[in-house]
């Protein structure tokens, strides 16, 4: 059965780190990118991350070399390792499977909430 269920998050001080995680079923992981995006209140939902079934990676500007996203085939589950957290990082973050044919279609997680305070 489909779920995309989130992880990990909490309330952090500045400069902390926080691994959230992605566990998933029913999706047909293996032949997916996959994908975090964030959004906090008053702002559009931004993309945070994306990792292809492939394992090649992306960032958004404000995040590269202080997160890194990764997967595992095997147990169907991807992470999003967060470092050197700042305030700004402060939102919602949602697990995103994206649309790749009329069969496999979109899903989202329900979102975890990352707080950073200063």
């Known amino acids: 059965q489909v779920q995309l269920v989130e992880s990990g998050g909490g309330l952090v001080q500045a400069g902390d780190s926080l691994r959230l995680s992605c566990a998933t079923s029913?999706?047909?992981?293996?032949?997916?990118?996959m994908a975090w995006y964030r959004q906090a209140p008053g702002k559009q939902r931004e993309l945070v991350a994306r990792i292809s079934s492939g394992s090649n990676t992306n960032y958004a500007d404000s995040v590269k070399d202080r997160f890194t996203i990764s997967r595992d085939n095997v147990k169907e589950t991807v992470w999003l390792q967060m470092n050197s957290l700042k305030p700004e990082d402060t939102a919602v973050y949602y697990c995103?499977?994206?649309?790749?044919?009329?069969?496999?279609?979109?899903?989202w997680g329900q979102g975890t909430q990352v707080t950073v305070s200063s």
């Open positions: 995103n499977a994206p649309r790749i044919s009329s069969v496999v279609t979109e899903y």
């Open positions: 029913g999706i047909m992981f293996t032949i997916r990118p």
